[in-house]
């Protein structure tokens, strides 16, 4: 299949209007091929620096690609040199250093702010298929916030992550800290939260945050779209459930999970695609899963 971009400009605000899969951004580009979709951050010249428009976007573009059921897998890739210096500071420094009005006040609406961030990246996370992020040159920052929430990380030798937020006197708050200490130790978390350095993509790997590293920013993002498509051949039901499941483990106990898993399977294994899946496994023969269905309307 041939793939479709779309990418035009107009602006957004916080609370301007959504948009679907197909519609145009600013900050983002969308591309299909067959039941696999590529999202790139598409601000080269910014070195991929989130903006107010990016914030905006990006829940619009993974909710509406969630709610398309043809849609399996997601790789997340960057355009440029890099893919995402972080936020983009001077956008939306009249954010964070907000003085003006009574303090209570100004405060309340800065949290308000950060809550609205933290929204936008959880959209990554909480959409319903997994998401894989083929990361090359700098992420930083509020990159590393979006990666974490990404399902599988992929990075080129020369890529490195960074917590760059201690460095400009901010604690990271917009999801890095909830989500990579699910991922790597207590300890290196620290490390690199104190100090900002540089975790580069071989020592990621080592600890178990980058699955796989390649030479080039073509071969991790062909890697990327090979695993979207192995997914994409996976029954799409059983895939969101175990998107669903593992997520909510992370945040509960054994036992809750144990609970969650099997009310869930109780559900959903009444539907057609466990026969398929068995039937394909002892033939060793390959079988077409009817994609989920729309939301009703």
Not at 158 to 174: P, R
Request: hydrophobic share 45%.
């Amino acid at each position: 299949m041939t793939a479709t971009q779309t990418a035009a400009p107009k602006p957004h605000t916080e609370t301007g209007p959504q948009h679907g899969a197909g519609a145009a951004y600013t900050t983002l580009v969308i591309d299909r091929d067959g039941p696999v979709a590529t999202v790139r951050l598409n601000r080269p010249d910014a070195l991929n620096a989130m903006n107010r428009a990016f914030f905006a976007e990006l829940p619009a573009a993974f909710r509406a690609l969630g709610a398309d059921t043809s849609v399996r897998a997601i790789v997340l890739v960057g355009e440029g040199r890099h893919f995402t210096a972080g936020l983009d500071l001077k956008d939306t420094s009249n954010v964070i250093g907000d003085r003006d009005g009574d303090a209570g006040r100004v405060r309340e609406r800065f949290l308000r702010h950060v809550k609205y961030l933290q929204a936008s990246i959880s959209a990554v996370e909480e959409c319903p298929v997994p998401v894989i992020a083929a990361v090359h040159g700098a992420c930083i920052g509020g990159g590393v916030d979006l990666v974490s929430a990404c399902d599988i990380r992929l990075a080129t030798t020369d890529a490195f992550f960074s917590i760059k937020e201690i460095d400009i006197g901010i604690v990271a708050d917009i999801g890095t800290f909830p989500r990579i200490l699910r991922l790597l130790p207590d300890g290196i978390v620290k490390e690199l939260a104190y100090t900002g350095r540089k975790f580069p993509a071989g020592e990621a790997a080592a600890r178990g945050f980058v699955n796989h590293v390649h030479e080039t920013r073509d071969a991790v993002v062909a890697h990327a779209r090979d695993i979207a498509a192995d997914i994409a051949a996976k029954t799409p039901l059983a895939i969101a459930g175990i998107k669903n499941v593992l997520n909510y483990q992370r945040d509960h106990s054994v036992r809750d999970g144990l609970d969650y898993v099997a009310v869930w399977n109780s559900a959903m294994l009444m539907g057609e695609d466990l026969m398929k899946a068995a039937t394909a496994t002892m033939t060793k023969t390959s079988v077409d899963f009817a994609d989920r269905l729309p939301d009703a309307d």
